[in-house]
């Protein structure tokens, strides 16, 4: 019975797939081809419209990795202005993050089921908050390996949004600091990046010495 359900959740969510493939390929658009004035072009300069288009293209940047972050980014800020571009592409990426998790785990929630996938899932389970945070930040595995893998764990959805927000805001801000052209030039800029650095790196500390006492128990 659960072999059954899984393949027919597998089955929709396969299906979705290859509707979204589908209708990029009708629309006729590369990823070569997305810039600020086509967004605008297929908005017909709607600001609803527009919003609603980068956040289906962040969505599909946290599914696909082969529409490039840093691109998306770009085109928010050049879109919105800097900080209103930063902000709606951290905004933009937690949601289209958290959606990817939550589909994950509902369509595949009875997926693990060998012994060495349990382990590994042990192992993240242990460092949930730390694994997200450490990947976002450092994007040693991508956006969507990082979502799909964490959706398969036992991960709590409120550590999985918390670190996503804390890691995409610091890793976007650098991206939107070089897409802009303005990392080496601001000090403005350079003060609020080492505030969130901060503020990341005491979360992290206060989580790690919470673990240490409740191990230690």
Request: no cysteine; net charge positive.
């Amino acid at each position: 019975m659960k072999k059954q359900s899984l393949f027919i959740r597998g089955t929709l969510f396969a299906a979705i797939l290859t509707g979204l493939f589908f209708a990029l390929y009708k629309s006729g658009i590369s990823v070569s081809d997305l810039s600020p004035q086509l967004i605008l072009e297929l908005a017909h300069n709607n600001l609803t419209i527009v919003i609603l288009i980068m956040m289906l293209l962040m969505l599909l940047q946290n599914l696909f990795t082969f529409i490039p972050l840093i691109l998306v980014i770009t085109i928010n800020i050049a879109l919105f202005g800097f900080w209103r571009g930063y902000f709606f592409s951290t905004f933009s990426s937690v949601i289209g993050s958290t959606s990817i998790f939550i589909s994950i785990r509902y369509f595949f929630a009875n997926l693990i089921t060998s012994e060495k996938l349990k382990k590994y899932e042990q192992k993240i389970n242990q460092n949930s908050f730390l694994f997200v945070l450490s990947g976002r930040i450092l994007p040693f595995l991508p956006t969507n390996l990082i979502n799909i893998v964490s959706g398969l764990s036992k991960m709590k959805i409120s550590y999985f949004i918390s670190a996503t927000t804390i890691g995409n805001m610091i890793y976007g801000l650098v991206l939107a600091s070089i897409s802009f052209g303005i990392i080496s030039v601001s000090q403005q800029y350079r003060q609020l990046f080492y505030v969130i650095i901060a503020i990341a790196a005491i979360i992290v500390a206060v989580r790690f010495i919470k673990k240490q006492r409740t191990s230690s128990i």
